[in-house]
């Protein structure tokens, strides 16, 4: 993966304004905070978050990927006054479960998701590189 990062642009805190990428795509739909039995253990923002994350490292593993093959997510909330409060426990959440890298990304504010006790859904796009370095 490569991160596009335009000269004199500054860095964004926490994303990338672009990647590109090369390999088998993954695409993940939108994982919301409950666990593996359809519960949501609760229902701070943050805490969903980081389930929601979690799911998403599960569907990764079950295509062979990893989060450091991540090169897109969108993450809709119901309440981005609410998510602003919570960034550094997202932020912790993230880095957490995911890691500390660059994608692309986007948070976008919905009326309401599906399952209406969900305050997050995160969508992701993976590349699995057409060669992985043996370690």
Do not use: C, H
């Amino acid at each position: 993966m490569r991160v596009l990062q335009p000269p004199g642009w500054p860095r964004p805190r926490g994303y990338a304004n672009g990647v590109t990428a090369r390999g088998e795509l993954v695409f993940i739909a939108g994982m919301i905070g409950w666990d593996a039995d359809g519960v949501f253990r609760t229902d701070d923002l943050a805490g969903q978050v980081r389930q929601a994350l979690r799911n998403v490292v599960a569907v990764l593993a079950e295509a062979g990927a990893k989060p450091a093959d991540i090169v897109r997510m969108t993450w809709y909330v119901t309440d981005v006054e609410a998510y602003s409060r919570a960034s550094r426990q997202i932020g912790a959440a993230f880095r957490e479960v995911i890691g500390s890298f660059s994608a692309a990304m986007s948070v976008v504010q919905v009326a309401r998701l599906v399952e209406s006790q969900a305050k997050v859904e995160i969508e992701v796009t993976a590349v699995i590189p057409e060669a992985r370095e043996e370690t």
